[in-house]
């Protein structure tokens, strides 16, 4: 296993991640490679039930339901704000 990177150079490969994603983006980064991990070790397990009942009932986070509403709220400021600019 002589191919996998050493001390240095997992501190270069974060340092250009950081300067790619930007540190607001780097949660999102990391949850959504958590969820694609777990799901190619599901896969791997063969555990067809579960992805089935996932994939039929879609689970939203508490996280997604805030940023729905937070959108919502942004789009009826925002157009409140062009109704106050048209008159």
């Known amino acids: 296993m002589g191919f996998l990177p050493k001390g240095t150079e997992w501190i270069i490969i974060l340092v250009i991640v950081l300067v790619i994603f930007g540190p607001k983006n780097l949660p999102k980064l990391g949850a959504s490679l958590g969820k694609t991990v777990k799901n190619l070790r599901e896969g791997m397990q063969?555990?067809?039930?579960?992805?089935?009942?996932?994939?039929?009932?879609?689970?939203?986070?508490e996280n997604d339901a805030k940023i729905r509403e937070l959108e919502e709220q942004l789009a009826e400021a925002k157009k409140k704000k062009e109704e106050q600019d048209a008159e």
Do not use: L, Q, S
Request: proline letters at 6%; hydrophobic letters at 30%.
């Open 46 to 61: 063969g555990d067809d039930e579960a992805t089935a009942e996932e994939a039929e009932a879609p689970v939203e986070d």
